[in-house]
């Protein structure tokens, strides 16, 4: 009997093995298998930081949200923000597109969202808003549109 326990022995002396299970073309960790099922729970050894997991988590776990309310051009409004928790833009908030932004390459004002990072102890106070977890956000009046910054200028009315 072999270490395989179920396999006969052969009679030429060969060993039965299993062929490799293919390897995963996007990550060093795991079998083509185990990403395509997302079957990660199942591996052994555990791995932690598998790039295919974390962007399947990312793609399933809705950012969460954040009410804040933002003062911008001396006029103060409330705003549901996005706070994605993964992935590009985890720990800022992303406004809608609720604000009017102007720059030189642009023939008219823009819409654009307003992206708001943590506050620092020396945030100037007109620039902190603060949202309903008591968390301070720093207030950004430049945005970027068209590949370039742009300022802006108040809200935009609907």
């Known amino acids: 009997m072999n270490d395989h326990g179920w396999l006969p022995e052969a009679p030429d002396g060969h060993e039965w093995v299993r062929p490799r299970p293919a390897d995963c073309p996007t990550c060093p960790c795991h079998t083509a298998r185990v990403c395509e099922q997302k079957d990660w729970h ?68 823009a819409v654009v969202p307003m992206v708001l990072s943590p506050a620092g102890e020396h945030t100037p106070a007109d620039l902190v808003a603060v949202d309903e977890l008591g968390q301070r956000w720093t207030i950004r009046l430049t945005a970027f549109h068209g590949g370039a910054e742009v300022a802006i200028t108040g809200w935009h009315d609907a």
Do not use: K, N, W, Y
């Open 42 to 109: 199942r591996s052994v050894p555990r791995h932690q930081g598998c790039p295919c997991e974390a962007a399947a988590v990312a793609a399933d776990t809705p950012p969460a949200t954040r009410t804040v309310t933002l003062t911008v051009a001396g006029v103060s409004r409330t705003v549901i923000a996005e706070a994605p928790a993964v992935g590009i833009g985890a720990g800022l908030l992303m406004t809608p597109r609720v604000f009017r932004a102007a720059g030189p390459h642009l023939a008219a004002e």
